[in-house]
């Protein structure tokens, strides 16, 4: 088991899917959220959910979004990593399903080599910050980014001492952002 907990972003409007991807039912789940959550709950010491309402009813450990008015993965980030203190934080999109162990035990193996406080895979065409292990320490620097509205990801990525984690492949990162890709994946 990771010893740091493990974070779904799952807040964002989907406004290429159409409908609320986080929702959408997936191989045999309820829904893509439900998917994640069962397949990565053992691998962590807890799970949770960001999002900006509940929209799951109760059944998740939530951490909701204290900025209600605009949506980015920065807003999202703010609010997850303000919630803890002193650890790692792994953050995964709720739209990327191929992501498994082996990856997260790469960006882990990273973590306890450099000290960094963001390890961010990176595969030959690009880098994926939506599948990262943050330090909890960025807080600050997410909620001053969001705030200002630096909503890029990449900014706090330059302001961080992240390191890149080189992957071969680029299919375990593929993100479910349009309803052929999300057909596709089913
Ligand atoms: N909690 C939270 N999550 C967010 C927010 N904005 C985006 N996300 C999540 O961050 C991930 C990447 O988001 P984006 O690709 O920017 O946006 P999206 O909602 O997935 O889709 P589009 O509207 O089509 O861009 C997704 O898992 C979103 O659910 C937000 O304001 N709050």
Redesign the pocket.
């Known amino acids: 088991m990771f010893p740091f907990p493990c974070v779904i972003?799952?807040?964002?409007?989907?406004?290429?899917?159409g409908q609320d991807?986080?929702l959408l039912p997936f191989h045999g789940h309820a829904t893509l959220t439900h998917y994640q959550a069962s397949r990565l709950l053992p691998l962590f010491s807890s799970l949770h959910v960001?999002?900006?309402t509940d929209k799951f009813n109760g059944e998740f450990s939530l951490i909701l979004?204290t900025e209600q008015e605009?949506?980015?993965?920065m807003?999202?980030l703010s609010s997850v990593l303000e919630h803890f203190t002193d650890t790692y934080v792994f953050c995964l999109?709720?739209?990327a399903p191929f992501v498994e162990k082996k990856h997260i035990e790469a960006l882990w193996k990273a973590a306890q080599a450099t000290h960094a406080n963001a390890l961010i895979p990176r595969d030959p065409h690009t880098r994926h910050p939506?599948c990262g292990l943050y330090h909890s320490s960025l807080a600050p620097l997410a909620n001053t980014l969001a705030c200002q509205g630096d909503h890029k990801l990449g900014i706090l990525l330059e302001r961080a001492n992240a390191v890149y984690v080189e992957f071969d492949e680029t299919a375990p990162f593929t993100?479910l952002?349009h309803p052929h890709e999300y057909e596709a994946a089913l």
């Not at 972003?9 to 899917?17: E, L, P, T, V, Y």
């Not at 605009?70 to 993965?73: A, I, V």
Request: proline residues 4%; charged residues 20%.
């Open positions: 972003i799952a807040g964002g409007k989907s406004s290429r899917m991807k986080s960001s999002t900006k979004d605009s949506f980015s993965p807003v999202a999109s709720v739209d939506l993100n952002n």
